[in-house]
């Protein structure tokens, strides 16, 4: 800072010298101006950020290493998707059959029951929102006759697009160890889901869509916090870490972003957004930045007790799933009042799913609103964001464990 020096420090009060430290320190860690300092630290990192008309890498860190795609893989179950439909083989309103297989699949879903049926269309809408990962295994199974099936041809049409280091083993990208790709390798997919189907493309903007009695939210947090982002896709397990893929346009320049194996939501959206901010600079094209807002206290309570589970298979891990948490806005005397108050913190959280549901106090039947479908850093910022914009929030903690994929 301009006409500050050791000994100007030195003669402040202590006060003001730590209060001045701390802001110092609080806005080197919210800006990460240049990728190379930014602390995501762990060495299953690895973004890249390319032009997305010439293709021309701007910037990239360990792009080449192998790394677990976790819901990313559902951008390439989306390329065989638009390919079907651009090629007449299957329609928007086609019914997509939900075999056990599918309905099985772990969380994040839409909860489809074996023997069911949703539209082509649906599935695509809980793919881009959701992530849902019985809707990607079923449109696995429409597409290859069996998930497995349509993983070889996801690893084949990969490595025909010119993903090299990429091989799929499931449609929805749920752990497995044998799955892999490359941030370049997903800059690369992106690039050809943008060229190859404009038709499509539109469906990674989607801000929401109803799916039953449930108004389901993007989970691309992008999407409404950096201007000019229209896509891509978020994914998350805990071999991967936190993942995003994002496309951004600014001044007629697009940029495609990969981000690998962040810590948290909220630390992979701020380095995306740094990274894409220096993309556009060195593309001459201005940026203009968002103020960051303080975070107050929140108050956080227990769901009712789990059921104790029982003992591991050998081999598997079992985890608090990820995105179990929920939080709860307020309880109303009547469904339509929950629901309206659920909806409206929910455009304020940006995130997770509008959940209403009865409880007895007192003789009386009370509805609560609550979002549901956050992971535990997500609930907590979100309450907090809540709590000092409409007073009381409660964090609610998961009750069941499963692994998750987001």
């Given at each position: 800072?301009?006409?500050?020096?050791?000994?100007?420090?030195?003669?402040?009060?202590?006060?003001?010298?730590?209060?001045?430290?701390?802001?110092?320190?609080?806005?080197?860690?919210?800006?990460?101006?240049?990728?190379?300092?930014?602390?995501?630290?762990?060495?299953?990192?690895?973004?890249?950020?390319?032009?997305?008309?010439?293709?021309?890498?701007?910037?990239?860190?360990?792009?080449?290493?192998?790394?677990?795609?976790?819901?990313?893989?559902?951008?390439?179950?989306?390329?065989?998707?638009?390919?079907?439909?651009?090629?007449?083989?299957?329609?928007?309103?086609?019914?997509?059959?939900?075999?056990?297989?599918?309905?099985?699949?772990?969380?994040?879903?839409?909860?489809?029951?074996?023997?069911?049926?949703?539209?082509?269309?649906?599935?695509?809408?809980?793919?881009?929102?959701?992530?849902?990962?019985?809707?990607?295994?079923?449109?696995?199974?429409?597409?290859?006759?069996?998930?497995?099936?349509?993983?070889?041809?996801?690893?084949?049409?990969?490595?025909?697009?010119?993903?090299?280091?990429?091989?799929?083993?499931?449609?929805?990208?749920?752990?497995?160890?044998?799955?892999?790709?490359?941030?370049?390798?997903?800059?690369?997919?992106?690039?050809?889901?943008?060229?190859?189907?404009?038709?499509?493309?539109?469906?990674?903007?989607?801000?929401?869509?109803?799916?039953?009695?449930?108004?389901?939210?993007?989970?691309?947090?992008?999407?409404?916090?950096?201007?000019?982002?229209?896509?891509?896709?978020?994914?998350?397990?805990?071999?991967?870490?936190?993942?995003?893929?994002?496309?951004?346009?600014?001044?007629?320049?697009?940029?495609?972003?990969?981000?690998?194996?962040?810590?948290?939501?909220?630390?992979?959206?701020?380095?995306?957004?740094?990274?894409?901010?220096?993309?556009?600079?060195?593309?001459?094209?201005?940026?203009?930045?968002?103020?960051?807002?303080?975070?107050?206290?929140?108050?956080?309570?227990?769901?009712?007790?789990?059921?104790?589970?029982?003992?591991?298979?050998?081999?598997?891990?079992?985890?608090?799933?990820?995105?179990?948490?929920a939080i709860q806005v307020g309880s109303y005397t009547t469904e339509q009042a929950?629901?309206?108050?659920?909806?409206?913190?929910?455009?304020?959280?940006?995130?997770?799913?509008?959940?209403?549901?009865?409880?007895?106090?007192?003789?009386?039947?009370?509805?609560?609103?609550?979002?549901?479908?956050?992971?535990?850093?997500?609930?907590?910022?979100?309450?907090?964001?809540?709590?000092?914009?409409?007073?009381?929030?409660?964090?609610?903690?998961?009750?069941?464990?499963?692994?998750?994929?987001?």
């Open positions: 800072m301009a006409g500050f020096s050791l000994q100007s420090l030195r003669k402040l009060p202590n006060w003001r010298l730590l209060s001045w430290a701390l802001s110092a320190a609080a806005l080197l860690s919210i800006f990460l101006v240049r990728p190379a300092h930014a602390q995501i630290g762990s060495a299953r990192y690895s973004s890249i950020i390319v032009d997305a008309a010439s293709g021309d890498v701007l910037e990239d860190v360990n792009a080449d290493q192998p790394r677990h795609p976790a819901s990313l893989t559902k951008m390439m179950t989306l390329y065989l998707t638009f390919e079907a439909m651009r090629d007449r083989r299957i329609t928007l309103d086609q019914a997509v059959p939900v075999s056990g297989h599918a309905a099985s699949m772990e969380p994040t879903k839409l909860g489809i029951l074996p023997g069911s049926r949703l539209t082509v269309q649906q599935a695509i809408l809980g793919l881009v929102t959701k992530s849902a990962n019985d809707a990607a295994a079923a449109l696995g199974e429409l597409l290859g006759g069996s998930e497995d099936r349509f993983a070889q041809m996801m690893t084949l049409r990969a490595r025909s697009l010119g993903m090299t280091h990429t091989t799929f083993q499931n449609a929805s990208g749920l752990p497995d160890p044998e799955q892999w790709t490359t941030a370049r390798d997903l800059a690369v997919l992106s690039r050809h889901l943008i060229t190859d189907f404009p038709a499509y493309y539109g469906y990674f903007s989607t801000p929401s869509f109803a799916w039953h009695r449930q108004i389901i939210f993007n989970h691309d947090m992008m999407l409404r916090s950096y201007p000019g982002a229209d896509g891509l896709k978020t994914g998350y397990t805990e071999a991967s870490g936190h993942n995003l893929v994002t496309s951004a346009v600014r001044g007629g320049v697009r940029l495609v972003g990969v981000v690998l194996g962040a810590a948290s939501n909220g630390e992979r959206d701020i380095h995306m957004a740094s990274l894409l901010d220096h993309g556009f600079e060195q593309m001459d094209v201005p940026i203009a930045h968002k103020p960051v807002p303080l975070v107050p206290r929140i108050m956080l309570i227990s769901s009712a007790h789990a059921a104790e589970l029982p003992r591991p298979l050998a081999g598997m891990r079992l985890r608090i799933a990820a995105s179990n948490w929950a629901r309206a108050a659920a909806i409206a913190a929910r455009r304020t959280v940006e995130d997770g799913d509008i959940r209403v549901e009865p409880a007895a106090v007192r003789r009386r039947t009370v509805w609560r609103a609550q979002i549901a479908g956050l992971r535990s850093t997500e609930a907590q910022e979100a309450c907090a964001s809540l709590s000092h914009r409409r007073g009381q929030c409660m964090v609610i903690r998961p009750d069941t464990h499963v692994l998750a994929s987001r």
